[in-house]
């Protein structure tokens, strides 16, 4: 499980530590960073599948995501006794994301290539920095892989336990574009490096499904055992019946019947392609997806997502209450808490009534976010218990 993450210079998220626990609930008012916190641990999730950079350059590049504010406050400033102004900048620039969890922590640090590039591509940023290291708080002692620029250094077995200190710097060198975690690949002298690579790989986001007359969940798809829902939610009907077949079919009725009382989700199976249909009371034929209103199917998607048979190690809904009616909240937040038993999640949210549904959860905990000056906060930083955090240096 996750305990920190932490976020530096994206958007509008100046230095931004968070405490997570099993159930956690990000809230606040428009505005507040929610969705930048959201999309920052998205950015993160892509170091282990190579999609950082690309990512980066979709939004606009490095310079349209860095926090656009002084690299400082003063104190005058601070107290609102002077407006903030322009300085010339005195850091290397730098956007830095990282999380310590129960076993291992993680950060990167990406910058700007050289002034002196030449390079067709020198507003793409490149990975100055990469670190693994055991525990929750970086040391050099507990430092397990280091990369700095081209450069990975593994350290010998026993490092960090009490064993031996010797490095080993490996022969190929890593393009300043490519993450470590995709680059390098070795159970016997780096098996960290697979542990939090396939953990991060494992994270799962969903956020706003699609629910128009064309959406993919309302149409007939190709059915096979999906034990996972997909990112726009087109196995759905495929997904429900893995839940039925392998899966938790009763928690999935009992779901659905919480929502809907006395419906029930079938699924119909033409020749191979397969429908999600649901059955009320009161009606001849149950209703198919092209029928279904939108905070119906929003529903059923979200059911599949969180009784996945192959729950993941962190659960992220942005906005899960879109399109649903207030009087489901209570039902898609019992949904939500049976989830976190088997998952760490993280919700996004600012529907007041999913919120204080959560936060009645047990093992849950509310983050709220504010604005101070621009960049986003803790909103009371004092009722939290903050963990401590240490960046790498470059």
Known sequence: MLTTLAIANYRSLRELI???????????????????????LR??????????????????????????GPERFSRAVSAGEHAVQGTVRKDAVSLKLGFAGETFGYAIDLGLPPPASTSQFALDPVIKRECIWSGPILRPSALLVDRQGPMIRIRGEGGGRGGSDDWTTLAQPVASFDSMMTEFADPRSAPEMIAVREQIRSWRFYDHFRTDVQAAARQVQIGTHSPVLSDDGANLAAALQTIREIGDGAALDAAIGDAFPGARAEIVNHEGRFEVALRQDGLLRPLRGAELSDGTLRYLLLAAALLSPRPPALLVLDEPETSLHPDLLPSLARLIARASTQSQVLVVSHAPRLVAALEREAGSQSIVLERRLGATALADEDAHDVPAWKWPSR
């Open 18 to 40: 968070v405490p997570l626990g099993s159930l956690n609930v990000i809230t606040g008012p428009n505005g507040s960073g929610k969705s930048n916190l959201y999309r920052a």
């Open 43 to 68: 950015l993160l999730a892509l170091t282990a599948r190579g999609g950082v950079i690309p990512s980066l350059a979709r939004e606009g590049g490095l310079q349209s995501t860095l926090w656009a």
